[in-house]
């Protein structure tokens, strides 16, 4: 029975740190901007976009680009929550 000691103890331990309370989920707004939409179907994102390259390339800049642009910052800013930002230049 004493092998089993420590695994008890772990466990009761795990179970005595508060959980974390994460933030908000990500959800991109929905919008409309020239010929394109930003809109949920289903809870899923979907973006409609028409007209030249140009156009395409604006809207899809302006509706899905710019307000995901804390994802890019993830990344570092677990590592720095985790006091761990010395480790960046490995990713």
Do not use: Q
């Amino acid at each position: 029975m004493l092998p089993y000691r420590p695994l008890a103890v772990v466990c009761l331990l795990s179970c005595s740190f508060p959980a974390a309370r994460a933030d908000e989920p990500f959800h991109y707004p929905t919008a409309r901007a020239g010929n394109a939409e930003l809109k949920y179907i289903h809870d899923a994102p979907v973006l409609t976009v028409g007209g030249s390259p140009d156009e395409i390339g604006a809207a899809v800049g302006g509706l899905a680009l710019k307000p995901s642009s804390r994802l890019l910052s993830f990344t570092r800013d677990l590592l720095k929550a985790e006091k761990a930002e010395e480790t960046w230049p490995l990713f």
